[in-house]
């Protein structure tokens, strides 16, 4: 690990014309005075020769703007400019990720800042995090860096004699296999986490030699088509993740289309290229915590030094599961709710079947206390933590720290179209296996991107924590006082 924070390098879009929440429409009257240069804060007009032109254009901050001395639209001597809202924005994004989510969420990876004209803590959903409010919100924000709060958490809880691993910010990747995302992708998420003294995921999909530099961020899963699963890839990883199921569609295992298995993830995987590979549910070895017990005695024996993580989808009895892990031998319980999974996962399960994660994180959190097992096991959420916001929910509401994925893949220009299970369906180059596809991202690029999300997500926390008064971020968990509920009446007023 380097300096502390990691250091924020501007990372600008990598595309020509980056989408932005506002047009401007410059008339052919422009004289190229340049007054537009120097007025706008934004940097969005540059000179390109002596021609002014609104190259930034999706820095403008739009209606924000009008009335201060520096709108363009009010000052341009030939009333030559116009400001629209972008009609494409429309198309972008859904109610979880709504489209000023999305745009944000570029603004940090390109800045480390959060931004200050746009939304950036909550989506449009209609409930759970979206309906949470811390009760100091409406204070002001000052961010700054605070050596005196700690963002730190311990993985290990069990005084077992394995080592302890200690994470510099409450958060670290999930599960993404070679042939869900292309190399460059698990690569920038392996580097940004090692930067941050935290960890990604290999998902199931097997250990590419390329991850082999970064093994001390890098957990292994083991999940139940047992897919690139090696004894040697075991002994390397710090975490071993047992993979039980997913939030985003529980009970229905996994599936990677044919297309996307190339011989590269074929060879992985030991299996034929283009024929599609399924990871069924649930592990047919599985059928009580005994045999659950058995497994992770067998990771143990393995890698008498790794902790041991059990991901698990949220039904309505996850408390049950999460006691029965803790009496298995896991140093961690990762709930994986509704809501997360790429536009791999179909819709109707991720909407439909897992508890929301804002439901599981109280249950289990208080049935673990009752038990009087909590102080030793470790509550990880994921399964739709989207902002910094909701990553101190989780945590308000009594998880130790949360898993992130989607969030990742936004910092790299993911657009949430939902083309993610097709070998050429990613226009983004992100979640694809197609050589062509994945040159559209270059590993240094990715890796800042998502270095200067986790800034800004930093710097955010740091403020939540010290506008409650708290020097941890371990002080927060299960404070659900410090949260109100914006339901629909008192939104009404
Ligand atoms: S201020 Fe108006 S006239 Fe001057 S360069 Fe900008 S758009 Fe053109
Ligand atoms: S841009 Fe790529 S990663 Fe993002 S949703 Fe579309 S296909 Fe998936």
């Known amino acids: 690990m380097g300096s502390w924070p990691p250091e924020v390098k501007g990372t600008t879009s990598r595309f020509k014309r980056p989408l932005g929440k506002y047009k401007i429409i410059k008339r052919a009257n ?16 540059k000179f390109i020769g002596k021609k002014v032109m609104p190259l930034r254009e999706y820095r403008c901050i739009g209606f924000s703007c009008e009335g201060s001395e520096h709108y363009c639209v009010a000052q341009c001597p030939e009333k030559a400019l116009m400001v629209i809202k972008n009609p494409t924005i429309e198309a972008l994004g859904d109610y979880r990720w709504t489209s000023d989510l999305i745009l944000s969420t570029w603004y940090q990876a390109e800045t480390g ?40 958490i311990d993985l290990n809880r069990r005084n ?28 920038a998420r392996a580097k940004a986490c090692m930067e941050w003294n935290t960890f ?8 590419p030699e390329a991850l082999i530099p970064y093994k001390d961020h890098v957990i292994t899963q083991v999940a139940t088509g047992l897919f690139g699963v090696r004894e040697e890839t075991i002994k390397r990883a710090r975490i071993v993740e047992f993979k039980y199921a997913q939030g985003a569609k529980p009970g229905l295992g996994g ?17 034929v290229p283009g024929i599609s590979l399924f990871s069924p549910f649930p592990f047919h070895s599985v059928y009580s915590v005994e045999d ?9 024996e393995i890698n008498p030094k790794a902790l ?27 709930l994986d709710g509704s809501y997360g999974g790429t ?51 989780a945590i308000a509401l009594g998880a130790d720290g949360v898993v992130i994925g989607t969030a990742e893949l936004v910092a790299l220009e993911c657009t949430r179209c939902g083309n993610c299970e097709r070998g050429r369906g990613c226009p983004r180059g992100i979640a694809t296996t197609d050589m062509e596809l994945s040159s559209m991202v270059e590993l240094e690029w990715a890796t800042q991107r998502i270095s200067n999300l986790f800034h800004s997500w930093y710097l955010q926390l740091i403020d939540i924590l010290r506008r409650l008064g708290m020097h941890s971020i371990t002080e927060l968990v299960g404070k659900t006082d410090c949260l109100f509920y914006i339901d629909k009446w008192s939104e009404n007023g």
């Open 30 to 45: 422009c004289n190229n005075c340049g007054l537009c240069v120097k007025l706008c804060p934004c940097g969005v007009y």
């Open 113 to 152: 800042n959060p931004p200050d004209y746009m939304e950036y803590k909550i989506g449009n959903s209609g409930g759970g995090f979206d309906r949470l409010r811390f009760s100091f919100e409406f204070e002001n924000q000052n961010f700054s860096l605070k050596e005196d709060v700690s963002t730190t």
């Open 160 to 187: 077992d004699g394995r080592p302890q691993v200690t994470i510099s910010v409450p958060w670290y990747g999930g599960g993404m296999s070679f042939g869900s995302v292309s190399l460059t992708t698990m690569l």
């Open 200 to 207: 990604t995921c290999t998902g199931e999909g097997g250990y």
């Open 255 to 271: 599936h990677l289309l044919g297309d996307k298995v190339t011989p590269d993830v074929a060879r992985m995987r030991e299996s």
């Open 292 to 300: 659950h017990k058995k497994h992770v005695d067998w990771i143990k």
């Open 308 to 334: 041991i993580s059990v991901k698990v989808s949220t039904p309505v009895d996850v408390d049950m599961v999460a006691i029965g892990s803790y009496y298995a031998g896991a140093h961690i319980i990762h």
């Open 343 to 393: 536009g791999a996962a179909p819709d109707i399960a991720k909407k439909n079947i897992a508890m929301p994660i804002e439901l599981a994180i109280p249950k289990v959190h208080r049935f673990l206390l009752e038990e009087g097992v909590r102080d030793e096991m470790v509550i990880i959420a994921s399964g739709g933590i989207r902002t910094a916001y909701d990553i101190a929910k």
